[in-house]
T-cell receptor, first 113, second 108 residues
Framework: DTGVSQDPRHKITKRGQNVTFRCDPI?????LYWYRQTLGQGPEFLTY????????KSRLLSDRFSAERPKGSFSTLEIQRTEQGDSAMYLC???????????FGNGTRLTVT | EDKVVQSPLSLVVHEGDTVTLNCSYE??????LLWYKQEKKAPTFLFML????IEKKSGRLSSILDKKELFSILNITATQTGDSAVYLC????????????FGTGTRL
C-alpha cells in the first residue's frame, strides 16, 4: 500500500492561468474523489469517479473545473482561468467498493496571485 | 443537505488530560460516521462507526455513535503533544457517490 499520491505538492499561479493536478489512487481502489479544503474548514466534496466514469459533481464545481480519469487509474483535475478564490488545498481520496473509509493524499496547495 | 457540526472549535489541554470531542449530524440515509486526524497534510483515518452503542477503540483513542440522538464523541485519554491536530468528523449517506460531508473540525 503506497498510499494516494498527488502532484504537484504546491502550485503558485497567476490569475487567469490554467492549472492541472494529478492524483494516483491506491492501486486496487476503484472509487476516486476530489475535495477542496480552505483554511479553517473541513474538506468539501467536488467530484467522484467509479472506475473511469464521473458519476457525481458538486455544484461547487463551476464550468472552469474539469476532472478526468481516462483509464480508471490516475485522475487529473484542471482549473481554467484561475481566480483568487480558487486558492485552496485540493485533496484526492480513494477507496474500495462497499462501506469503506476514504484514504486521502497529501494534497496540492494552490495559490493564485 | 447533509450537515455536520463539531464542538468545540478549538481546545487547549495539558499533557495527560482526557478530552472529549463532539460531532452532531444531519444526513439523508445515514451509512457511516468517520473520524479523521489532520496534522499539516492529509486527513488520516481513525474510526468508522455504523452502529449505535458500539465503542471503537485504538490505543488511547475511542469513539461511539448514537444514531437516535445523531451524534458521536471522540475521546482521547492521557493526551500527548503528538495528539495536537485538527480532528475531523464526517458522515456518509447512501447516495451514488457515498460521499463524505465533513465538519469544520476541532483543533486540539
Amino acid at each position: 500500500d503506497t498510499g494516494v499520491s498527488q502532484d504537484p505538492r504546491h502550485k503558485i499561479t497567476k490569475r487567469g492561468q490554467n492549472v492541472t493536478f494529478r492524483c494516483d489512487p491506491i492501486s486496487e481502489h476503484n472509487r476516486l474523489y476530489w475535495y477542496r479544503q480552505t483554511l479553517g474548514q473541513g474538506p468539501e466534496f467536488l467530484t467522484y469517479f467509479q472506475n473511469e466514469a464521473q458519476l457525481e459533481k458538486s455544484r461547487l464545481l463551476s464550468d472552469r473545473f474539469s476532472a478526468e480519469r481516462p483509464k480508471g487509474s490516475f485522475s487529473t483535475l484542471e482549473i481554467q482561468r484561475t481566480e483568487q478564490g480558487d486558492s485552496a488545498m485540493y485533496l484526492c481520496a480513494s477507496r474500495v467498493e462497499g462501506n469503506s473509509p476514504l484514504h486521502f493524499g497529501n494534497g496540492t496547495r494552490l495559490t493564485v496571485t | 443537505e447533509d450537515k455536520v457540526v463539531q464542538s468545540p472549535l478549538s481546545l487547549v489541554v495539558h499533557e495527560g488530560d482526557t478530552v472529549t470531542l463532539n460531532c452532531s449530524y444531519e444526513v439523508t440515509n445515514f451509512r457511516s460516521l468517520l473520524w479523521y486526524k489532520q496534522e499539516k497534510k492529509a486527513p488520516t483515518f481513525l474510526f468508522m462507526l455504523t452502529s449505535s452503542g458500539i465503542e471503537k477503540k485504538s490505543g488511547r483513542l475511542s469513539s461511539i455513535l448514537d444514531k437516535k440522538e445523531l451524534f458521536s464523541i471522540l475521546n482521547i485519554t492521557a493526551t500527548q503533544t503528538g495528539d495536537s491536530a485538527v480532528y475531523l468528523c464526517a458522515v456518509g449517506g447512501r447516495g451514488t457517490a457515498s460521499k463524505l460531508t465533513f465538519g469544520t473540525g476541532t483543533r486540539l
